[in-house]
């Protein structure tokens, strides 16, 4: 069973600057990412893909393989990962004349991921014959609670499904966001498909400590926070 991770790392970004050469704890989010690879013991080849020159050095010195530059049209802020993926995928088989079984997909900007979840995902795709595995966490916000408002009345986002119904936290039934720190894909599915989250897909649950995403400067102060949180 072959697995490859692909890390995806373009230079731009719209919200935090420049953010996955951030550095935390002496590492950056794209060294980080390549580092919970080579760790979680469970992938063959590491290929960050990247538009920026910077970031493949960095990720090539991290011990990733950066074989070819991502093009600069699948590098945009609206660009959604599928391409991304396939061109990762086409450009290799082109080159090489390899398919893997499973890809690894790892976003740099989930850097409180360790290496066992890596290695559980595969293993939950493995084990299973999987199309897709998805890392989750429990929601801290149900949508049972949630509202729309217009300005001046407040109606429930799910009509019927309010407090007055589930009006204790005990009584809601568990739900769970998506985290985006690990995707595992099963090959022939993407192929099959050119789509990514068709098919069988199963989830690996996470710890919400180790959930956080980097989107924003209040993400970065809160990752900041519990990388140092064992300091003095």
């Given at each position: ?7 995806p790392a373009r ?9 996955n050469l ?8 794209v ?5 919970s ?7 063959d080849r590491?290929i960050v ?6 970031i493949?050095?960095v990720?090539v010195g991290?011990g990733?393989?950066?074989?070819f ?6 590098a945009?802020d609206?660009?959604?990962?599928t ?6 995928l086409e450009?290799l088989?082109?080159?090489?004349g ?13 850097p ?7 290695n ?13 595995v ?10 049972y ?9 407040l ?14 936290r005990?009584?809601l ?18 192929m ?20 956080i ?9 809160l990752?900041?926070a ?7």
């Amino acid at each position: 069973m072959s697995v490859i991770a692909i890390i995806p790392a373009r230079g731009g970004s719209k919200t935090v600057q420049r953010k996955n050469l951030l550095e935390f704890g002496g590492s950056s989010l794209v060294a980080n990412a390549v580092k919970s690879a080579v760790d979680s013991k469970v992938c063959d080849r590491i290929i960050v893909s990247t538009d920026d020159e910077e970031i493949a050095a960095v990720a090539v010195g991290a011990g990733a393989e950066v074989p070819f530059i991502r093009p600069a049209e699948l590098a945009q802020d609206d660009t959604p990962d599928t391409p991304v993926c396939l061109h990762v995928l086409e450009t290799l088989y082109e080159n090489e004349g390899a398919m893997p079984d499973y890809v690894v997909w790892l976003r740099p900007t989930s850097p409180l991921r360790l290496p066992e979840d890596v290695n559980a995902a595969v293993q939950i795709a493995i084990e299973n014959g999987a199309d897709y595995v998805r890392s989750v966490t429990r929601a801290k916000e149900h949508p049972y609670w949630l509202k729309q408002f217009d300005g001046k009345k407040l109606t429930a986002f799910i009509p019927g499904k309010d407090e007055r119904t589930y009006y204790q936290r005990q009584s809601l039934p568990p739900v769970f966001r998506i985290t985006g720190a690990v995707d595992v894909f099963k090959i022939s599915t993407l192929m099959l498909t050119r789509k990514l989250y068709e098919g069988d897909i199963y989830g690996y649950e996470m710890p919400p400590e180790r959930s956080i995403e980097l989107d924003d400067e209040l993400d970065l102060m809160l990752i900041d926070a519990l990388m140092n949180r064992g300091d003095g």
